[in-house]
């Protein structure tokens, strides 16, 4: 069966500070793989997508940058940290279906 | 201006009662979902509705869809403490280069009290 995993749970940083987190995912074969922020209570926002290796669309101008350097691990960075990037960040993957299927996310706060 | 947008923000009602969310859309879709999201936690799909269908069934779960009035609800019946949570609709407005995009609305947070 297929498990997609983010870390760290949680993470607090200073602003300027850099940023990354990490999704994997487990089980499956070139997924389709998302990034989402989702500020306090509230939607979700698509942040980054990516169909293959290397392949990354931004859905947003933002200070975050997105890699996927293996098939099955999207990578969301930032080279200095804005009190505005705080909020839950979720991973996403899917195949041709049309179900998403989500992580666990990140929970950065920047102080 | 928000795709997804749903009513009410928040919803409290008693254990055993029946909770009905709706959702607002504002261009064509594929699909509509709904996901649920425990607090702190990631977000777990609940069902789809496709757009060329008007209701769907799973469980205590009952997805009605009207492309003409761009709007759905979401009703659970019989409703348990556990299913406490915020839920979302989203909306998939087409695929780019093969990945879906999902335009998520703001959330109902429901509140079941035993």
């Known amino acids: 069966s297929q498990t997609i995993h983010q870390w760290p749970a949680t993470l607090v940083q200073p602003v300027g500070s850099p940023l990354s987190l990490e999704c994997t995912v487990e089980g499956t074969s070139n997924p389709n793989l998302y990034w989402y922020r989702q500020a306090a209570g509230r939607g979700l926002q698509l942040l980054f997508y990516s169909v293959g290796i290397g392949q990354i669309s931004s859905e947003v101008p933002q200070n975050l940058s997105a890699s996927r350097p293996q098939d099955r691990q999207f990578i969301l960075s930032s080279k200095k940290l804005l009190l505005s990037d705080s909020g839950f960040y979720l991973c996403?993957?899917?195949?041709?279906?049309?179900?998403?299927?989500f992580g666990p996310g990140t929970r950065l706060t920047v102080l | 201006s928000q795709q997804g947008e749903e009513d009410p923000q928040a919803l409290s009602i008693q254990e055993g009662e029946n909770a009905t969310m709706n959702c607002s859309y504002k261009t064509s879709i594929n699909n509509l979902q709904w996901y649920r999201q425990n607090s702190g936690r990631g977000l777990v799909h609940l069902i789809l509705i496709r757009s060329n269908e008007r209701e769907k069934h799973s469980g205590r779960l009952r997805v009605t869809l009207d492309t003409s009035k761009k709007s759905s609800s979401l009703l659970i019946t019989a409703s348990r403490a556990a299913d406490t949570a915020s839920y979302f609709c989203a909306t998939d407005v087409g695929r780019i280069q093969g990945a879906q995009k999902l335009v998520f609305g703001q959330g109902t947070r429901l509140t079941i009290n035993p």
């Open positions: 996403a993957w899917n195949l041709l279906a049309d179900t998403q299927y």
